[in-house]
């Protein structure tokens, strides 16, 4: 079975662009949930989408944001990049409405100029 | 909410040695503490887990101990081996559809 799929993985932006990254789950699993991961903070939970509805978000300004399709696949978004946001972001999915085994993809990793 | 605390950051043993790494919680709701390993380039990748109705749990080379009256779990690894060294995250957590809270991360490195 194919593991969490996540593209790009890398990328490079300059300051006020905005971004979009994709994370596909395991087939079969309906949960997915986003995490910045920084040398200085570790991991830092984004948000969780569980059956195209958001059921968890951290504390994050309103330029990160994110979406479920029908077929599990994610999405997140940030808006007016800025130097902080130059992270590894990682998406991770679980097979249903418990998060306690999460399976990560790689990442993407982002930096911004 | 959930504070986990991770010790130490950064940890060197030589091929062979035993390598313990130490979390301490906050929440004494919290029920599931997994174990994540980290090598370069790549996503965590769950390694072992212990729930709270366990005080030890084993899986050849690697063991997590957890106590809940003192709020802290240890993973230990035996044998340590070149390919051991990563980055190794514990995480805490209600369970069900409660995100875990991870600790900060501790960097082994095993010296051949």
């Known amino acids: 079975k194919a593991g969490v799929t996540q593209t790009p993985r890398y990328l490079i932006k300059t300051r006020g662009q905005q971004v979009t990254l994709s994370c596909s789950p395991i087939s079969g699993h309906r949960s997915v949930s986003w995490y910045q991961q920084t040398p200085g903070q570790g991991l830092q939970f984004l948000f969780e989408?569980?059956?195209?509805?958001?059921?968890n978000k951290g504390n994050f300004p309103g330029r990160f944001s994110g979406r479920q399709f029908s077929n599990s696949r994610s999405e997140m978004n940030v808006s007016t990049l800025e130097l902080g946001d130059s992270a590894l972001y990682l998406c991770?999915?679980?097979?249903?409405?418990?998060?306690?085994?999460?399976?990560f993809g790689p990442g993407t990793r982002l930096l911004v100029l | 909410g959930e504070n986990v605390e991770q010790h130490p950051s950064t940890l060197s043993v030589q091929e062979g040695d035993s390598a313990v790494i130490k979390c301490t919680y906050s929440?004494?709701?919290?029920?599931?503490f997994p174990w994540y390993k980290q090598e370069l380039g790549k996503g965590p990748q769950l390694i072992i887990d212990?729930?709270?109705?366990?005080g030890e749990k084993k899986d050849q080379r690697i063991a997590v101990t957890l106590n809940k009256t003192a709020k802290h779990f240890s993973l230990h690894i035996t044998e340590t081996q070149p390919e051991d060294s990563a980055v190794y995250f514990c995480a805490a957590s209600r369970g069900g559809s409660y995100i875990p809270t991870f600790g900060r991360g501790t960097s082994l490195i095993v010296h051949p």
């Open positions: 991770a999915s679980s097979l249903d409405q418990s998060l306690e085994t999460q399976y």
């Open positions: 989408y569980f059956s195209e509805t958001q059921r």
């Open positions: 212990i729930r709270s109705n366990v």
């Open positions: 929440d004494s709701a919290s029920n599931y």
